[in-house]
C-alpha cells in the first residue's frame, strides 16, 4: 500500500522535474533573464515598505482577540473621558512623561539638599518649551495641572522634606505607592523615615496629539544631554519612548545583512570549492547566494503590494532565507557533481533535476508547511513573519530550479570546454587528480563522476566505525541522558511573557528607567479596575450590597491584594456620607446619587443616565506584582474571582480591568499556542516521514527526535535568559521543520542501506550524510550568526534559538539518532524483505542513496552531498 502511494507521488514528480532540468538546460539565458525581470518587478514593492510598516507595540505583540482588549471596550463605552483628568482612571497608559529620581550612591533621597535637585528638576521640566508650554498642554485636574502628590505634601519648598511626617504608602488619602520607593519606616509604623528613589509624573491633555508629541519629543532632547544634578541622578521616560526605541531598533541589523550576505557566499564558496580551476564551483556558488536574495526581493515586494504588514519580526527573516536558500543550493550542486561529466549539459541537468527536484520539494513543502501552521497564532507579529518567511521560501524555491538551474547549465558549459573559472581560458585536461592552474577537468575515468570531497571518506573511514563501536554507544547514551535531564530542568526554568523593555535597544534609556521601576517600585502592582457591568444590580438593596461586599472581600483576600489599602468605592463612601439617609429606598438612592457623585469627586465611577445607573465601578490596589509570573497569577486570580461574583446568591455580573491587562493576556494564551502549534506540526511532520521512510517505526524515531529537539530547545533557552514570548514562539514552529530534515533523512539512509548489520547500516548512513549535515547546518548558522551582534533583544532571541534549533538537530542528526538506530532492530527488517526488488550493483559500499525519495522499494543511482537529499 505504502509502496503504491509512494511511486504515485514520486514517479511523476521526477519525470517533471527530469522534463523542465533539459528544458533549463536547453534555454539556460531564457531562465537567467526571467527570475532576475520578475525580482526586480516585484522588488519594486518595496516602495511601500514604510507604509506598511506594523510597529504597533500593542497591535503586533498582544494577543488579537485578548479578553482585555474587549473588556476596554466595556470601560470605554460606560465610562468616556472626562474633562477631569484622573490617573487612577486612565483607560490607557495616558500620555506623560516621567522621571524617576534617585539618590547619588543609593543614599537617602529624603533630604533638603536632594529635594532642592528634584523641585530644580521640576521647573526646568515644566519649563521646556516647543511649539506649546507645558502650562498649555498639562492634563487638568480643577482647572490646574495635575501635579505630584510628594511635591503637594512640602508645599514646593525642600526645607518641609524634613519637618514634614509623612505615612506610608497613603498619606492624608493620597496614594504614595508609585510615587515613593525604596522606602523605611520607623517601627511598627507607617511614618517614613528615609526612600532611596522619587517618581514625579507630567501628564499631557490626550486631545492634543501632534502638540504632545512635539513636547515629549523635546522633553527627551532635552534629558538625553542632562548633566547638571549635584545630589541626584536621573531616569527618563516617555508614554512614546517605548515605541520610538522599538521603531528603530531594527535599523541595528540593517548594516549586519551585508555581513551575512559576505559570509553566506564566502561559506558557501568554501563549501564548494576545489583545487581543480575547471571543476571548482565558486561561480555557481555565489549565483546560489544571489538566488536567495533574490527570493528576499521578490517576495517582501509581492506581499508589500498586497498589502501585508510589515512587522518589525520579519526583519529577521532574510538572515534564515539565506541559510535555508544556501541549503537547497548545495542540493543541487552535489547533485550535479554525480552526474557523468562527458554527458551534454541538457542531459546531466536533467538528471540532477531528477534527482533533486522531489528532495527540494518535500524539504521546501515542510519548513512552508511549519511557517503556515504559524498563522494561526493570535499574535500580529508571529503573523506577519510567518507569511513573509513561507511565501520567501517557496519564492527561493522557484529561483533555485530555473534562475540557479540555468546558473548551474552554464557553469556545466564553461567546465564542458574545460575552461578556466575565473578567466575562462581553454585548459588542457587534468590527467588522474592532478592539479594546477594550467590543467584542469579531471574526474574519475571509472565511474565517469567527479572525484568525492575528502569529507566523506573521515565519516566512512574513521567517524562512521568510532561511532558504534560498543563504549562510544554507551558514552553517547550518557551524553543524551544528561542532554535530555538538562532540557528538562531547564523547561520547568521557563519564563513567559515578553518584558517590555526588551523592545527597546540595549543600552537605551528606557531600559534604565525600567530597570530603576523594577528595583525601587515593585512593591505595588496595579489598581485594578472592577467594573459592574450589570444594569440591573440594585444598589439600594441591602442583599445587593451585602453580595457586593462579599464580591469585594474575596478580592481583598487575595494573596496580590494588600488589605491594609481599602478598595476605592463610590458606594462605601455614599453610605458612609448618608448614614441617616433612607439609601434603601430606590428613590432615595438615585435622587441623592448625582450631588454626592459630584461633590466627592466620584462622577466618572458612575455610568448615571436617564435615572439608570448602567454601570459603576470601584479599584483594588494590588501589591508584590513583579515578575511575570506574578502578573500571570494576579490576573488568573482576578478574573477567577470576577468569575465567582457571579455565582454568588444574588449574582454580580463584573469585569476586571488595567492598562496593563492588555500585555499580561500574552500569558493567557502563549503556552496554550505554542503547544498547539508544535502538536499540529508534529503530526504534519509525522504524516510526511511516513512518506519518506518504508518503515513506520523509524518514523516514529523521526517524531522522537523532532519531541527531543523542541524539548532540547525550550529547555537550553530558558538557561540562556530567554522567555516563551511571541518571538520565542516563532522559533520552537521553525524547530519542527528543520529538525525534520536531519531525523528523516538519517532514518531513511539507514533503513534503505543494503548493509546487513544495523552497525554496518549506521555507518553508511553518516557516510552518505555526515558531511551534508555539517554543511546544511553551518551555512544556516552562518545565516543567522550576525544577529548576536544585534542590539536589539528580538534579533539575538532569534540568533539564539536558530543556534540551539541547528546544533541539535544537527547533534541528533550524526550522533543520537544513528546510534538509537543500532539498538531498533525492526528498522531493518524492512529493507531486508523489499530487498528483492533492488537493483543489483557492482560496488554497494559507494552507492549513495537519495534519501528523499519516497519508500519504493528501489535503490537510486545517484546521492547527494547534503541532508535533504536523503
Not at 507521488?9 to 522534463?19: G, H
Not at 518567511?389 to 522557484?398: D, G, R
Request: charged fraction near 15%.
Amino acid at each position: 500500500m505504502m509502496k503504491c502511494k509512494t511511486d504515485c507521488l514520486e514517479k511523476p514528480l521526477s519525470l517533471a522535474f527530469e522534463k523542465l532540468g533539459r528544458v533549463v538546460g536547453r534555454h539556460p539565458c531564457v531562465f537567467v533573464l526571467i527570475p532576475l525581470y520578475v525580482a526586480t518587478v516585484l522588488g519594486v514593492g518595496f516602495i511601500f515598505l514604510q507604509e506598511m510598516e506594523a510597529n504597533d507595540i500593542e497591535d503586533q505583540f498582544t494577543p488579537v482577540n485578548g479578553p482585555a482588549k474587549l473588556e476596554r471596550a466595556i470601560v470605554l463605552e460606560n465610562f468616556p473621558q472626562s474633562e477631569e483628568f484622573s490617573q487612577l482612571r486612565l483607560v490607557s497608559d495616558g500620555t506623560y512623561a516621567s522621571l524617576i529620581i534617585t539618590g547619588l550612591n543609593g543614599k537617602n533621597i529624603l533630604t533638603e539638599e536632594a529635594f532642592n535637585d528634584i523641585l530644580e528638576l521640576d521647573r526646568q521640566v515644566k519649563n521646556i518649551m516647543t511649539a506649546n508650554s507645558f502650562e498649555n498642554l498639562c492634563a487638568r485636574t480643577k482647572e490646574s495641572c495635575m501635579s505630584n502628590a510628594i511635591l503637594d505634601i512640602i508645599n514646593y519648598t525642600a526645607s518641609e522634606i524634613t519637618s514634614s511626617t509623612i505615612t506610608y504608602p497613603t498619606n492624608n488619602g493620597k496614594f504614595l505607592g508609585t510615587s515613593v520607593g525604596g522606602v523605611k519606616l520607623k517601627p511598627d509604623s507607617s511614618v517614613l523615615t528615609s526612600a532611596k528613589a522619587v517618581r514625579l509624573f507630567y501628564f499631557l491633555d490626550e486631545e492634543m496629539t501632534k502638540e504632545n508629541s512635539d513636547w515629549l519629543d523635546g522633553f527627551i532632547k532635552f534629558f538625553s544631554n542632562y548633566t547638571e544634578q549635584t545630589m541626584v541622578s536621573v531616569s527618563y521616560f516617555t508614554s512614546i519612548s517605548r515605541q520610538n526605541e522599538f521603531e528603530t531598533s531594527s535599523d541595528s541589523v540593517i548594516p549586519l545583512f551585508s555581513i551575512t550576505y559576505f559570509l553566506a557566499i564566502t561559506v558557501s564558496i568554501m563549501s564548494c570549492l576545489r583545487l581543480d580551476c575547471v571543476r571548482t564551483k565558486v561561480w555557481v556558488a555565489t549565483f546560489g547566494v544571489v538566488s536567495a536574495g533574490m527570493a528576499v526581493l521578490a517576495s517582501f515586494g509581492l506581499l508589500l503590494f498586497c498589502g501585508m504588514p510589515f512587522a518589525m519580526t520579519v526583519a529577521s527573516a532574510p538572515f534564515l532565507i539565506l541559510g535555508v536558500g544556501v541549503d537547497d543550493m548545495f542540493i543541487m550542486i552535489s547533485c550535479w557533481q554525480n552526474t557523468e561529466v562527458d554527458k551534454n549539459v541538457e542531459f546531466r541537468l536533467a538528471e540532477t533535476y531528477k534527482e533533486a527536484g522531489v528532495s527540494i520539494t518535500i524539504t521546501t513543502l515542510t519548513d512552508v508547511l511549519a511557517f503556515y501552521i504559524g498563522l494561526l497564532t493570535p499574535f500580529r507579529s508571529v503573523q506577519s513573519f510567518c507569511m513573509y518567511t513561507s511565501t520567501a521560501l517557496l519564492f527561493c524555491y522557484i529561483f533555485n530550479i530555473t534562475f540557479f538551474g540555468a546558473c548551474l547549465a552554464l557553469n556545466g558549459r564553461r567546465e564542458k570546454s574545460n575552461r578556466h573559472w575565473l578567466t575562462c581560458m581553454k585548459l588542457p585536461e587534468a590527467s588522474g587528480d592532478s592539479k594546477g592552474c594550467c590543467v584542469g577537468g579531471a574526474y574519475d575515468k571509472s565511474t565517469r563522476k567527479e572525484y568525492g570531497m575528502p569529507m566523506d571518506s573521515f565519516f566512512k573511514n574513521y567517524y562512521g566505525p568510532f561511532l558504534t563501536t560498543v563504549w562510544v554507544k554507551m558514552l553517547v547514551c550518557l551524553i543524551y541522558a544528561g542532554y535530555l535531564a538538562v532540557s528538562i530542568y531547564g523547561c520547568f526554568q521557563i519564563q513567559e511573557g515578553l518584558d517590555l523593555k526588551n523592545l527597546a535597544a540595549d543600552g537605551s534609556y528606557v531600559g534604565d528607567y525600567y530597570d530603576k521601576e523594577d528595583e525601587f517600585f515593585s512593591d505595588f502592582g496595579p489598581n485594578v479596575m472592577l467594573v459592574i457591568k450589570n444594569e440591573q444590580f440594585q444598589y439600594w438593596n441591602p442583599a445587593a450590597r451585602e453580595s457586593l461586599d462579599s464580591c469585594l472581600e474575596n478580592f481583598q483576600n487575595l494573596t496580590m491584594v494588600d488589605s491594609g489599602i481599602a478598595p476605592i468605592s463610590w458606594l462605601h463612601a455614599y453610605m458612609q456620607t448618608l448614614p441617616n439617609a433612607d439609601l434603601d429606598n430606590e428613590t432615595q438612592f438615585k435622587g441623592k446619587l448625582t450631588s454626592f457623585l459630584i461633590q466627592h469627586g466620584f462622577s466618572q465611577d458612575v455610568n448615571f443616565t436617564n435615572n439608570q445607573i448602567h454601570a459603576s465601578r470601584v479599584f483594588i490596589q494590588t501589591v508584590n506584582v513583579s515578575t511575570a509570573i506574578d502578573e500571570k497569577n494576579m490576573l488568573n486570580a482576578f478574573r477567577e474571582t470576577a468569575d465567582k461574583c457571579g455565582e454568588l446568591q444574588m449574582p454580580i455580573d463584573l469585569i476586571v480591568y488595567h492598562p496593563a491587562f492588555i500585555y499580561f493576556d500574552q500569558y493567557a494564551v502563549i503556552i496554550s499556542n505554542t503547544v498547539q502549534n508544535i502538536v499540529v506540526a508534529t503530526c504534519a511532520m509525522l504524516v510526511i516521514s511516513f512518506l519518506l521512510i518504508p518503515n513506520p517505526l523509524c518514523s516514529l524515531w523521526v517524531t522522537f527526535a523532532i519531541a527531543s529537539v523542541i524539548v532540547g530547545v525550550a529547555g537550553f533557552m530558558a538557561l540562556w535568559d530567554v522567555s516563551l514570548d511571541s518571538v520565542s514562539m516563532i522559533n520552537l514552529v521553525i524547530c519542527i521543520g528543520f529538525s525534520v530534515d536531519f531525523s528523516a533523512h538519517i532514518s531513511y539512509a539507514f533503513v534503505s542501506s543494503e548493509k546487513s548489520s544495523a552497525n554496518e547500516k549506521a555507518t553508511d548512513a553518516i557516510h552518505k550524510l555526515g558531511y551534508p549535515i555539517v554543511q546544511g547546518a553551518v551555512s544556516t548558522i552562518a545565516g543567522v550568526v550576525v544577529l548576536a551582534a544585534a542590539e536589539s533583544y528580538i534579533f539575538r532571541t532569534f540568533f539564539k534559538i536558530m543556534f540551539l534549533v541547528i546544533l541539535f538537530g544537527a547533534v541528533h542528526g550524526v550522533m543520537f539518532i544513528p546510534v538509537f538506530l543500532t539498538f531498533l532492530g525492526t528498522c531493518s527488517k524492512s529493507h531486508v524483505k523489499n530487498k528483492q526488488n533492488l537493483p543489483e550493483y557492482s560496488d554497494t559500499s559507494e552507492q549513495r542513496v537519495k534519501a528523499v525519495m519516497s519508500p519504493t522499494g528501489q535503490q537510486m543511482s545517484v546521492w547527494c552531498a547534503d541532508p535533504d537529499c536523503y
